[in-house]
């Protein structure tokens, strides 16, 4: 129970790969804030088991993470309800192609605003309570920070600038707040059927590990970032199979 007493809030909280983070950090002691934007239902559900294993121990929040003005308010959420925030999990995002000469600015906003915009602003409104109380921050980024999906064009760059946000907010909020990613590889394919069997295929195979991984592989990482990591900060830890050093 390494994080007793302490709090998280994990944006996208409740399906996938932020479902597995709140999860493994409620599984290592800490009270949880789970927030969401459409999935009410999971989020309720998951917090009604979080806190049928520890009484009191979970609260879901709603937000559209776009509404930048509202930010604050999903950080007072933790801070009224368990007394502190400790550590913010970046997870949210928005997912889609964007093939070059259809972009618009409404995809570049959205893309941008959940993958970089709403991180910054949360982690903003979240630092003087984190520099209280020496917390953490992790920005869940992704492999093609480095190397760009084809078609997801603004997608990539949104998590580039994210993985330079985290070494960029390290420089800021330190000593007090280490702040880290964790890049994924294959964890969970889109859930709208967009990647076909012979897309899959294509990328497990270049997978050094030839398999797909799963949302805890993710959230064992967090976990180490939040936990034991205590000289660590700056860094972006790939979970991918060894995809990155093989695209
Ligand atoms: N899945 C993978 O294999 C993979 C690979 C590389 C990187 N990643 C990264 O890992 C993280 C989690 O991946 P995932 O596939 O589990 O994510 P996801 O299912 O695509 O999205 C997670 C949640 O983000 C929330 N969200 C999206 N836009 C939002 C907005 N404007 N305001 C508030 N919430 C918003 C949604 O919440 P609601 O459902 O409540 O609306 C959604 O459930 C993401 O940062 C992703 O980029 C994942």
Request: net charge neutral; charged share 20%; with cysteine.
């Given at each position: 129970?390494?994080?007793?007493?302490?709090?998280?809030?994990?944006?996208?909280?409740?399906?996938?790969?932020?479902?597995?983070?709140?999860?493994?950090?409620?599984?290592?002691?800490?009270?949880?804030?789970?927030?969401?934007?459409?999935?009410?239902?999971?989020?309720?559900?998951?917090?009604?088991?979080?806190?049928?294993?520890?009484?009191?121990?979970?609260?879901?929040?709603?937000?559209?993470?776009?509404?930048?003005?509202?930010?604050?308010?999903?950080?007072?959420?933790?801070?009224?309800?368990?007394?502190?925030?400790d550590i913010l999990v970046n997870n949210?995002?928005?997912?889609?192609?964007?093939?070059?000469?259809?972009i618009t600015p409404s995809q570049f906003?959205?893309?941008?605003?959940?993958?970089?915009?709403?991180?910054?602003?949360?982690?903003?409104?979240?630092?003087?309570?984190?520099?209280?109380?020496?917390?953490?921050?992790?920005?869940?980024?992704?492999?093609?920070?480095?190397?760009?999906?084809?078609?997801?064009?603004?997608?990539?760059?949104?998590?580039?600038?994210?993985?330079?946000?985290?070494?960029?907010?390290?420089?800021?909020?330190?000593?007090?707040v280490r702040v880290n990613g964790v890049?994924?590889?294959?964890?969970?394919?889109?859930?709208?059927?967009?990647?076909?069997?012979?897309?899959?295929?294509?990328?497990?195979?270049?997978?050094?590990?030839?398999?797909?991984?799963?949302?805890?592989?993710?959230?064992?990482?967090?976990?180490?970032?939040?936990?034991?990591?205590?000289?660590?900060?700056?860094?972006?830890?790939?979970?991918?199979?060894?995809?990155?050093?093989?695209?």
């Amino acid at each position: 129970m390494q994080l007793a007493g302490k709090t998280a809030l994990v944006t996208g909280a409740a399906k996938r790969i932020g479902r597995a983070i709140a999860v493994r950090l409620h599984g290592a002691g800490a009270n949880v804030v789970l927030h969401y934007r459409n999935a009410e239902g999971e989020a309720r559900a998951l917090a009604a088991e979080l806190n049928a294993a520890r009484d009191g121990s979970a609260e879901f929040a709603h937000a559209d993470l776009l509404d930048t003005d509202i930010l604050p308010d999903l950080v007072e959420v933790a801070v009224d309800r368990f007394g502190s925030i400790d550590i913010l999990v970046n997870n949210a995002s928005s997912f889609y192609p964007t093939p070059i000469g259809n972009i618009t600015p409404s995809q570049f906003g959205e893309l941008m605003g959940a993958n970089l915009k709403a991180p910054l602003f949360l982690s903003q409104a979240a630092a003087p309570h984190l520099k209280t109380c020496r917390g953490a921050i992790i920005n869940i980024v992704d492999i093609h920070a480095e190397r760009p999906l084809k078609n997801y064009l603004v997608y990539s760059v949104a998590k580039s600038a994210l993985a330079g946000l985290t070494r960029a907010l390290a420089l800021e909020l330190g000593p007090e707040v280490r702040v880290n990613g964790v890049a994924p590889g294959p964890i969970a394919w889109p859930e709208d059927g967009s990647w076909d069997a012979a897309v899959r295929d294509r990328v497990i195979r270049h997978t050094m590990l030839k398999r797909q991984g799963e949302p805890d592989d993710i959230a064992k990482a967090v976990l180490f970032l939040a936990g034991d990591a205590g000289y660590v900060t700056g860094q972006i830890i790939a979970v991918d199979g060894g995809r990155s050093a093989n695209i």
